[in-house]
């Protein structure tokens, strides 16, 4: 069972950064982030693979998040940027085990959760 960890959310400023991390309890396939905003479905926000590095974004927030690992930490960064109110939410990191295709837009594909980390964004 990997275990995740979530850190770094909190109160900011909109147009402010914050950077979350996920640190794993050891190394699985790939690595995503996803956040649920009050009353809303749990969305896709960025995800990448252990050995390549690939990363993919959602559009609401490319050119503004960064996914990011430290191999040695077995640790996955979101970097945000220019923050938005929209981008309150608990975000989630998941990891996914290997084998098969990577698809980092689909929940289902991704087989352990963190517990989620809120990140508030004041106007």
């Known amino acids: 069972q990997v275990q995740l960890i979530e850190s770094g959310g909190g109160l900011v400023q909109a147009g402010g950064s914050l950077r979350l991390s996920c640190a794993a309890s050891?190394?699985?396939?790939?690595m995503g982030w996803f956040r649920q905003a009050p009353g809303k479905e749990r969305e896709f926000v960025a995800g990448?693979?252990?050995?390549?590095?690939?990363?993919w974004y959602a559009d609401s927030v490319k050119g503004r998040f960064t996914i990011s690992r430290d191999n040695a930490k077995n640790t996955v960064y979101l970097q945000m940027n220019s923050l938005k109110s929209e981008a309150t939410a608990v975000y989630f990191c998941?990891?996914?085990?290997?084998?098969?295709?990577?698809?980092?837009?689909?929940?289902?594909?991704?087989?352990?959760w963190g517990q989620g980390t809120q990140v508030t964004v004041s106007s």
């Open positions: 990448l693979t252990w050995s390549g590095g690939s990363t």
């Open positions: 998941a990891a996914e085990r290997p084998g098969g295709t990577y698809y980092p837009f689909r929940e289902k594909e991704y087989d352990y």
């Open positions: 050891e190394r699985t396939f790939a």
